[in-house]
T-cell receptor, first 110, second 118 residues
Framework: QKEVEQNSGPLSVPEGAIASLNCTYSDRGSQSFFWYRQYSGKSPELIMFIYSNGDKEDGRFTAQLNKASQYVSLLIRDSQPSDSATYLCAVLRSDYKLSFGAGTTVTVRA | GAVVSQHPSWVICKSGTSVKIECRSLDFQATTMFWYRQFPKQSLMLMATSNEGSKATYEQGVEKDKFLINHASLTLSTLTVTSAHPEDSSFYIC??????????????FGPGTRLLVL
């Protein structure tokens, strides 16, 4: 079982719609979870992190965490063409290294 | 957020030569930095952890004699790809962690260095 798994995608959504990205992790002891956005040919940039169960909102982005289900999600509301990118879910291990999922590529159709 | 720079952003070299990549934390100090490699359409793979003032620790399967890491100061880590071969062509990205309260640490990534070995 992979440490971090993301829905495979690619995910195509119309402009203005909600994009929903899912991530599950295997280490029940994991405490901190990160979403990064990576544009083609660029390095990852941090969108947000979450460590408490429930929702965390930042602008058009909402991260959701359910530790009992070992599940993290990211919602992108009012999707824009500029949101077209690969989204990486990452889990902070106990040794402070990040485990990354394979990424989900999102395309927002104008 | 914290700023991490890398230099160079692009490098093309001949097979057998060595290439040095620099990673700098610009507005904070980093006793630890991480080096990743990313092949096309794949996710990031951690290569090694760079530790200021001590030896780097390498992930399983990464040759420490091929990928030399030096973390000489609290703001600079270097990765040297020795005797580079075409299969070393990849996107090399460094990151530096910043303490983030209850989240533990948040890693901020440099812009990456694209290496092409001919």
């Amino acid at each position: 079982q992979k440490e971090v798994e993301q829905n495979s995608g690619p995910l195509s959504v119309p402009e203005g719609a909600i994009a929903s990205l899912n991530c599950t992790y295997s280490d029940r002891g994991s405490q901190s979870f990160f979403w990064y956005r990576q544009y083609s040919g660029k390095s990852p940039e941090l969108i947000m992190f979450i460590y408490s169960n429930g929702d965390k909102e930042d602008g058009r982005f909402t991260a959701q965490l359910n530790k009992a289900s070992q599940y993290v999600s990211l919602l992108i509301r009012d999707s824009q063409p500029s949101d077209s990118a690969t989204y990486l879910c990452a889990v902070l291990r106990s040794d402070y290294k990040l485990s990354f999922g394979a990424g989900t590529t999102v395309t927002v159709r104008a | 957020g914290a700023v991490v720079s890398q230099h160079p952003s692009w490098v093309i070299c001949k097979s057998g030569t060595s290439v040095k990549i620099e990673c700098r934390s610009l507005d904070f100090q980093a006793t630890t930095m991480f080096w990743y490699r990313q092949f096309p359409k794949q996710s990031l793979m951690l290569m090694a952890t760079s530790n200021e003032g001590s030896k780097a620790t390498y992930e399983q399967g990464v040759e420490k004699d091929k990928f030399l890491i030096n973390h000489a100061s609290l703001t600079l880590s270097t990765l040297t790809v020795t005797s580079a071969h075409p299969e070393d062509s990849s996107f090399y990205i460094c990151s530096a962690p910043v303490a983030s309260g209850r989240a533990g640490e948040t890693q901020y990534f440099g812009p990456g260095t694209r290496l092409l070995v001919l």
